[in-house]
T-cell receptor, first 117, second 114 residues
């Protein structure tokens, strides 16, 4: 059972609102990730972090921003939500690389489903 | 272009039957291949991870195979149960960087009927 938590699980908001999706893990992992997933489509990496004060943009262009002030927290913020932001957002963390997997084992949260009206 | 293709897109089987899901990839240089199970509305959960030197790995009723020469993998589910209904995602990692870039397939949606 992975110790990585996301809140809220579901969120419905109006256009123009600012929202923050929370992600926290208690496994002490340095690497954390945010993915965006639409129905029937592959996961797309939108942000990642190697550790505290380290954040990078992923492959999919996103208007969201992230911060990593503490190892366990990796929140994602949308300053002004639009209907195009409607999607499932998945947070993940990975343990150190090992002999088997150069990225380590990847653990996902339950996801935050965002609907912007 | 590095890609991961999964087939079939969706599959319906009866409870107790076996099934096999396919994954073809073009990722290079190859590092490892993972299979994840994602229940509706939940996050993906890891089933298996295989490196190029492994050609089969089991996790209970799930058995994954890997042919690194043909760049193909399969996930075989034995004696399916209703709880196996989920999306099964194939993920391939390259070894071109220390981060290890991950390439996701779109998943196979499996439905098990009683």
């Amino acid at each position: 059972e992975a110790d990585i938590y996301q809140t809220p699980r579901y969120l419905v908001i109006g256009t123009g609102k600012k929202i923050t999706l929370e992600c926290s893990q208690t496994m002490g992992h340095d690497k954390m990730y945010w993915y965006q997933q639409d129905p029937g489509m592959e996961l797309h990496l939108i942000h990642y972090s190697y550790g505290v004060n380290s954040t990078e943009k992923g492959d999919l262009s996103s208007e969201s921003t992230v911060s990593r002030i503490r190892t366990e927290h990796f929140p994602l913020t949308l300053e002004s939500a639009r209907p195009s932001h409607t999607s499932q957002y998945l947070c993940a963390s990975s343990d150190p690389p090992n002999r088997i997997a150069n990225t380590g084992e990847l653990f996902f949260g339950e996801g935050s489903r965002l609907t912007v009206l | 272009k590095n890609q991961v293709e999964q087939s079939p897109q969706s599959l319906i089987i009866l409870e107790g039957k076996n099934c096999t899901l396919q994954c073809n990839y073009t990722v290079s240089p190859f590092s490892n291949l993972r299979w994840y199970k994602q229940d509706t509305g939940r996050g993906p959960v890891s089933l298996t991870i295989m490196t190029f030197s492994e050609n089969t790995k089991s996790n209970g009723r799930y058995t994954a195979t890997l042919d690194a020469d043909t760049k193909q993998s399969s996930l075989h589910i034995t004696a399916s149960q209703l709880s196996d209904s989920a999306s099964y995602i194939c993920v391939v990692s390259d070894r071109g960087s220390t981060l290890g870039r991950l390439y996701f397939g779109r998943g196979t949606q499996l439905t098990v009927w009683p």
